[in-house]
Structures are given as structure tokens and as C-alpha cells.
């Protein structure tokens, strides 16, 4: 017969494992730039290789926070142009800049945080572009760090190198109207950017960890089984 010794270690290890299991991720949304993908027919050519005359290009666009953010997690949408036909990993490098304190909110030329991500997988959103009939993607990363903002302006830069697909040059989707901006600039060192009509879609999150649903109901039966045999353990020496 069961003990109250041997259920409260067995309540303690349910509730130790579910607290040690690998957390899933949830996040924020600290700044969305726009996700109209119905609507998306213009893409930014953002690419390093150099087997195109539109390649060797980086763009950048800007976003402002009205208070202070922190960031661990970027979100973003584009399509392989010409031919639609990717056959190569992607290698993604996010850089973060800051902008002139004036004028159009043009990025500084050099970046204060950058991250090579490299080929973080592509899901098609189940969307096409509206006259070209590019497939559009989906993009996440999770930093390798966070990166703190104080409130203001600055700019987000991704850009891919494409160089094994010689087919394709990687465009970042476009949303919004030609109203907005956004940059690129040519070349691999740091120059001036130049201003574009339009913006590019992305999303910047704070990722942070959260029990998985197994690791609740783990934890909640530890919890359970241990004030259970509690409440029958006290029975056991109350007098009637």
C-alpha cells in the first residue's frame, strides 16, 4: 500500500520536471511596419551577391518607438524575383542603425548592432504577389541577443546573399503607399542611403520564454497530488 512518503517525492519530481522542461516562446509586438500581403506587388531588392545587375544592394527602413523597447526577435516577408524559383539556403545578416537627428529619417552608414542569421527557413504564407504572382514568404529570427532601444528613431536593415541561386535575387516585400520611404544603398562598404518610395513589412517582437501546455499540466498535477495527500495525511490524525 502507498504511503504518504512515497506519493509526496512523486508530487515533487512531476512539479521539478514540469519547471525544467524547455520553455516554448511567446512575444510583443514592439513595432509593426505592415503585413498587407493581399496587396503587395513591389519588392526591395535587398541582395549581396553579384550575379545580377539589380543585386548588391541593401535596404533599410525606419521605425520610430515613442518609449523605451527591447527587442529579441525580428519578423519579415519577401519573394525571390524573376524566376520564383529559390534553390538555395538563405543567408540573412538584421542590422540595427541609428538615423540623422533631422530630415527624412535617413539611416547613419554604419550599424551599432548586427547578426549574421543565416538561412532561418522560409514558410510560404499562402499569398502571391498581385500581378507578378511571386510567392511571398515568411521570416523569423530570434537574436542571439537583445538589443534595448531608447524611445526615438532609428532603422532596420536584412539583407540576403543569394549567391548559390543564380536564378533569383532576394526582394523584400513593399507595403504601404508611395507616400512613405524607405532606403538602399549599393556596394558592400558603408555609404549614404538613398530614399525609396514606399516601406518594407516587418515586425519587431520581444520573444519571451513561457511553459509549454505538457509542462502546465505536469506542474499542476504535482501540485494536485501533493496537496492532496497533504489534506489526507492531516485527516489521518484528527480526532473525531
Not at 83 to 110: H, R
Not at 186 to 212: K, M, Y
Request: charged letters at 15%; proline letters at 6%; glycine letters at 8%.
Amino acid at each position: 500500500m502507498f504511503s504518504y512518503r512515497t506519493f509526496k517525492p512523486l508530487g515533487a519530481i512531476l512539479f521539478a520536471t514540469a519547471t525544467s522542461l524547455s520553455p516554448a516562446w511567446g512575444q510583443s509586438v514592439a513595432y509593426n511596419n505592415g503585413v498587407l500581403l493581399n496587396n503587395v506587388d513591389r519588392f526591395a531588392i535587398s541582395d549581396r551577391s553579384t550575379d545580377s545587375p539589380f543585386a548588391d544592394q541593401t535596404v533599410s527602413d525606419t521605425f520610430r518607438l515613442v518609449q523605451p523597447q527591447t527587442v529579441n526577435k525580428v519578423r519579415w516577408y519577401g519573394a525571390y524575383v524573376f524566376t520564383d524559383t529559390p534553390t538555395a539556403n538563405d543567408d540573412f545578416v538584421i542590422s540595427f542603425l541609428q538615423t540623422f537627428p533631422s530630415g527624412n529619417g535617413q539611416p547613419l552608414p554604419d550599424s551599432f548592432a548586427s547578426f549574421r542569421v543565416g538561412n532561418v527557413g522560409r514558410t510560404f504564407t499562402g499569398v502571391n504577389a498581385r500581378n507578378s504572382g511571386f510567392a511571398i514568404y515568411e521570416y523569423s529570427a530570434l537574436l542571439p541577443v537583445s538589443v534595448n532601444f531608447a524611445g526615438g528613431t532609428f532603422a532596420l536593415s536584412i539583407v540576403n546573399d543569394t549567391t548559390a541561386d543564380t536564378n533569383d535575387v532576394w526582394g523584400w516585400a513593399t507595403v504601404g503607399g508611395d507616400a512613405q520611404m524607405y532606403f538602399n544603398r549599393f556596394g558592400p562598404q558603408p555609404t549614404d542611403w538613398a530614399a525609396r518610395s514606399g516601406q518594407v513589412a516587418f515586425q519587431l517582437e520581444l520573444a519571451a520564454p513561457v511553459p509549454e501546455t505538457g509542462a502546465l499540466w505536469l506542474m499542476l498535477g504535482g501540485l494536485v497530488l501533493m496537496a492532496g495527500i497533504k489534506k489526507s495525511n492531516q485527516a489521518k490524525f484528527t480526532r473525531p
